[in-house]
């Protein structure tokens, strides 16, 4: 696709010049304008439809305080699952029913082909705290040795970017790097820095590196722990990025790892099929404003320093102070500056871990919501582009959804109380409308499956189709259980926040462990009560209608049976054993992660 020439105006970050960019667009802004037209046309109008379903079915007798509540819940729980269903179905017509999807999503991935040397230099980062030293850096080498095999790893260096606040952990790290300096040839360009603090958390240790080395670099590829990419695709990436200097951040699609971990295996599967039609449908109208994962990216260093420093939030913690969810704000930043943000929907040989259990799971999901709940204090920055805008709306919307579905589901039963008085009560309208929800809901794992089905050896990749069908259906119970204990925390957790609750910031656990059932019992007693009373006014009020309500409400009265046999040590290595929830990685493993889980 040819380029066109796009003139801008914005606001520097963090001051009131103006900055006045000529950025060169992979994509011309009418084409992208229409698609973004597009996609709110059908989400508007599918929205609309279901609310107007829900004041039918609500509004059946007249309107209650209670049937007020639900319909303004329903209004703010159902926009993250519309746009998913429309991402998804978006992303499998590009993927299967369009002839060259890539030339509509990624102009600019040809270039990752070019044999050309690489002229620009770029830093691998690996940001750590209070993690496993010799866990991480054997990752770090394995990427550097995977560069090197490229025959382009001269043009690369290392650098280890330590929060740790630990001295045990101090001291291994200092050990692990003096041990890869001493055996590497090219120990010039692997460097260790320790903070005594850490300040800004993560983003302020990667600014940290950009005003002591980033002049000496024009890329950078921050790395978390558990991060691994091969060789060939981070050349791949910086190829494109060399040849697109107009390319601010650019990733690709990071996806799990082998897992012994049965709660890990499980969800990376769902994830693994799930995400590709989806992201391939965000990136088909998001564009040059696409999302920043923080890690498996590069990163172009001059305009991420100059114009990407983030704010220091105006109020005490948990929403003001430093931002804590940094990665989304330093993509509208970055594209604020006049860089385009993509995303190549992609798998590319890009890695991480997932939480080994639903507890770790639950901790790192409220750590996400805290900080994109303090994204409500960064609407209103000047210069922002709409749509950089509207994804830090739509982050907020995300966790806003959560407590909105929690609430509806505990007055379930009262509308089921005032729904026995009403004569002629449109029953099938509220059952067309549940499965229509649920249709949506579930878009993005159906359109994935179906992308496996239609890509020639895609089941064959998941062990073959007894395998893959028996995951199918084993996630999908999976992911209603899961999703049942996730709401209950985060809610509780964002009741919290107005009180100024706030989380800690530290590791995270990577390795598959058990859960005892007296752990989950501390941890889930919440769930399972909330389960208790919601399922049992349920089947005195209305035995059908808990029936129906199962896929929402299972998952609170079995919280606890699910954390401790999901976490177990034994289910997951017999699911490792037969293969069952495997990923392509588990039947056809690459050498890179061969390395790192010898």
Known sequence: MSETLETSSRLAAGSGAIRLTTPTGLQANAELSRRRRVVIILNVVTWLAMMWTAARVLGAGGWTAVDIILFLCFAAGTPWTVLGFWNALIGLWLLHFHKDPMAEVAPYAAAGDDPAPLKIKTAILMTLRNEDPDRAILRLRTVKAGLDATGEGHTFSYFVLSDTNDPEVAVAEDQAIAAWRAGD?????????????????????????????????????????????????????????????????????????????????????????????????????????????????????????????????????????????????????????????????????????????????????????????????????????????????????????????????????????????????????????????????????????????????????????????????????????????????????????AFGKSVVWGGQSRDAYGISWRTAVESLWPQTLFGIVVCGLLLMVSPPVFWWSLPLTAGYLLAIPFAVMTASPSLGRWFKKLGLCGIPEDFSEPAEIKAVLR
């Open 185 to 497: 040839a090219d120990r010039d360009r692997i460097t260790y820095r320790r903070r005594t603090d850490n300040t800004g958390y993560k983003a302020g240790n990667v600014r940290d590196f950009c005003e002591r080395w980033g002049k000496d670099y024009e890329l950078m590829l921050p790395l978390d722990a558990d991060s691994l990419m091969s060789g060939v695709a981070i050349v791949r990436l910086v190829r494109m990025m060399q040849a697109h200097p107009r390319i601010g951040i650019l990733q690709s699609l990071v996806v799990g790892m082998p897992s012994s971990s049965a709660f890990a295996r499980i969800f990376q599967f769902g994830m693994r099929h799930g995400m590709r039609s989806y992201t391939m449908g965000q990136a088909w109208w998001v564009g040059d404003c696409g999302p920043f994962w923080g890690h498996n990216a590069v990163v172009r260093i001059k305009p991420f320093f100059e114009d990407c420093d983030l704010p220091i939030l105006p109020g005490k913690p948990p929403l003001g102070g430093h931002v804590l969810s940094h990665d989304q704000v330093e993509a509208t930043f970055m594209r604020r500056a006049g860089y385009e943000v993509r995303v190549l929907p992609v798998e590319n040989d890009s890695w991480e871990e997932n939480p080994p259990t639903m507890l770790d799971f639950a901790k790192r999901d409220v750590r996400w919501c805290q900080g994109n709940m303090q994204y409500l204090k960064l609407l209103d920055t000047p210069g922002l582009y709409p749509m950089s805008r509207f994804q830090l709306v739509w982050a907020i919307l995300m966790f806003v959804g959560i407590p909105a579905w929690t609430l509806m589901i505990a007055l379930l039963p009262v509308a089921a109380w005032e729904a026995r008085t009403i004569a002629n009560f449109p029953v099938s309208l509220a059952i067309g409308l549940y499965i229509a929800f649920f249709t949506m809901y579930l878009m993005p794992k159906i359109a994935g499956l179906i992308d496996v089905v239609l890509t020639k050896g895609g089941i064959a990749r998941y062990g073959g189709p007894v395998r893959f069908v028996v995951g199918a259906v084993v996630e999908l119970v999976f992911s209603f259980l899961q999703g049942a204990v996730s709401t209950i925390r985060t809610s509780i957790f964002m009741i919290g926040l």
